[in-house]
């Protein structure tokens, strides 16, 4: 009977040391190629719940189109007339946004939202350009729209109207991230004496809130992405000397993320489980990898791809990731040219050690519960 407890308790510990060796494992990401519309290369932007993706990549007859990828198959979304558009935000419903040509021969590009198969232009704040960022469950998109001065403003356009959300006292102002509280974050030129400073903002319920930088008062700072809890990555200046870094804003807080061992990084995406995907330079700031951010550590994600569909890549930048740890990239590799990526988190082989230690538990129990019954 003794015995019996003994390799009980050593079969949990097996479970409970395994579990804790997976929490502590890095992952490892296979890479889908997402290819192109028919030529030349792609890169992706935007990235959604189901793994749904938006991007811009060549066409056949040298255009450049927006797309969404879904299920292996890149979709040309088309344009609002011109030979060229580009998606940089996807819904969990499929909605896009992103920007497009007018007309064909024409430089004026207008925001656009992509729904049930058509893109729809959302038009301007007085002036001539817009290009939509951001999208949310509800099809609000956040971005940033010419004024009648040709100025630049951040906006929301929702329920088919285009709204200004001003500035921090400065000219101008770029909204790049919406999330579904229709909190938006961006970047706005402050009104302060000496050289212009742009600071990263966080809009809410009619608010453009300064966040600062990572340098203080005196330093820039952009907001580039934003998630369901109103956190918010970007980048910003440390201060003199000291390179621009990513950077983690929370709860009024915002920590710098430090980089791959280069002067820069820059924040791009974040999810909802606080984890930040972007782009650094490595030591001699000639090459930029791509990077993930979580649990404290920011990990190259160069280390992670899985050596057979990942041999080759050199991933240059993460600009998305959803709650599911899926990851856009854009990366590179000899003989195929840029391309966007999608990267797909796998289990580790542990994983399947630990379920099948915990099985082999749940059977002892039950075999000596068995026999205990059957005994006299």
């Given at each position: 009977?003794?015995?019996?407890?003994?390799l009980?308790?050593?079969?949990?510990y097996?479970v409970?040391?395994?579990?804790?060796?997976?929490?502590?494992?890095?992952t490892?990401?296979?890479?889908?190629d997402?290819?192109?519309?028919?030529?030349?290369?792609?890169?992706?932007?935007?990235?959604?719940?189901?793994?749904?993706?938006?991007?811009?990549?060549?066409?056949?007859?040298g255009?450049?189109?927006?797309?969404?990828?879904?299920?292996?198959?890149?979709?040309?979304?088309?344009?609002?007339g011109?030979?060229?558009?580009?998606?940089t935000?996807?819904?969990?419903?499929?909605?896009?946004?992103?920007?497009?040509?007018?007309?064909?021969?024409?430089?004026?590009?207008?925001?656009f939202?992509?729904?049930?198969?058509?893109?729809?232009?959302l038009?301007?704040?007085?002036?001539?350009?817009s290009?939509?960022?951001?999208?949310?469950?509800?099809?609000?998109?956040?971005?940033?729209?010419?004024?009648?001065?040709?100025?630049?403003?951040?906006?929301l356009?929702?329920?088919?109207?285009?709204?200004?959300?001003?500035?921090?006292?400065?000219?101008?102002?770029?909204?790049?991230?919406?999330n579904?509280?229709?909190?938006?974050?961006?970047?706005?030129?402050?009104?302060?004496?000496?050289?212009?400073?742009?600071?990263?903002?966080?809009?809410s319920?009619?608010?453009?809130?300064?966040?600062?930088?990572?340098?203080?008062?005196?330093w820039?700072?952009?907001?580039?992405?934003i998630?369901?809890?109103?956190?918010?990555?970007g980048?910003?200046?440390t201060?003199?000397?000291?390179g621009?870094?990513?950077?983690f804003?929370?709860?009024g807080?915002?920590?710098?993320?430090?980089?791959?061992?280069?002067?820069?990084?820059a924040?791009?995406?974040?999810n909802?489980?606080?984890q930040?995907v972007?782009?650094?330079?490595?030591?001699a700031?000639?090459?930029q990898?791509?990077?993930?951010?979580?649990?404290?550590?920011?990990?190259?994600?160069?280390?992670?791809?899985?050596p057979?569909s990942?041999?080759?890549?050199?991933?240059?930048e993460?600009?998305?990731?959803?709650?599911?740890?899926?990851?856009?990239?854009?990366?590179?590799?000899?003989?195929?040219?840029?391309?966007?990526l999608l990267?797909?988190?796998?289990?580790?082989?542990?994983?399947?050690?630990?379920?099948?230690g915990?099985?082999?538990?749940m059977?002892?129990?039950?075999?000596?519960?068995?026999?205990?019954?059957?005994a006299p």
């Open positions: 009977m003794k015995f019996s407890w003994v009980l308790r050593s079969a949990l097996a409970f040391v395994g579990g804790s060796v997976i929490a502590q494992a890095a490892t990401y296979t890479v889908t997402l290819g192109t519309l028919g030529a030349g290369q792609s890169l992706g932007r935007g990235l959604n719940g189901l793994g749904q993706v938006t991007g811009f990549a060549n066409t056949n007859l255009t450049t189109r927006a797309f969404v990828y879904t299920a292996g198959v890149m979709t040309d979304i088309g344009s609002l011109g030979r060229v558009s580009q998606g935000a996807i819904n969990i419903s499929g909605q896009g946004t992103g920007f497009s040509e007018i007309a064909v021969g024409s430089s004026t590009q207008h925001a939202r992509y729904s049930s198969g058509a893109l729809s232009d038009g301007t704040l007085g002036g001539t350009h290009v939509g960022w951001g999208i949310n469950s509800a099809g609000q998109v956040a971005g940033v729209a010419n004024v009648a001065s040709g100025s630049n403003h951040a906006f356009h929702s329920g088919g109207v285009m709204v200004d959300l001003g500035t921090l006292g400065g000219s101008e102002s770029y909204g790049l991230g919406v579904d509280s229709a909190q938006v974050t961006g970047y706005s030129s402050i009104n302060a004496p000496g050289p212009p400073v742009q600071h990263a903002f966080l809009y319920a009619g608010t453009m809130m300064d966040i600062g930088a990572l340098g203080g008062p005196s820039n700072s952009q907001g580039l992405a998630n369901g809890l109103g956190q918010v990555t980048i910003s200046e201060g003199a000397g000291g621009q870094h990513a950077f804003y929370s709860g807080t915002m920590l710098g993320l430090s980089t791959l061992g280069g002067d820069v990084s924040g791009l995406a974040i909802n489980v606080g930040v972007g782009s650094s330079y490595l030591a700031n000639l090459v990898h791509a990077f993930l951010y979580s649990g404290g550590v920011m990990l190259d994600l160069a280390t992670s791809l899985d057979i990942g041999a080759g890549w050199v991933v240059a993460a600009t998305g990731i959803n709650d599911a740890g899926l990851i856009v990239a854009n990366g590179f590799k000899a003989g195929v040219g840029n391309r966007a990267l797909t988190p796998v289990p580790e082989p542990s994983s399947h050690v630990l379920m099948a915990g099985l082999a538990v059977a002892f129990v039950a075999r000596r519960r068995r026999r205990r019954a059957q």
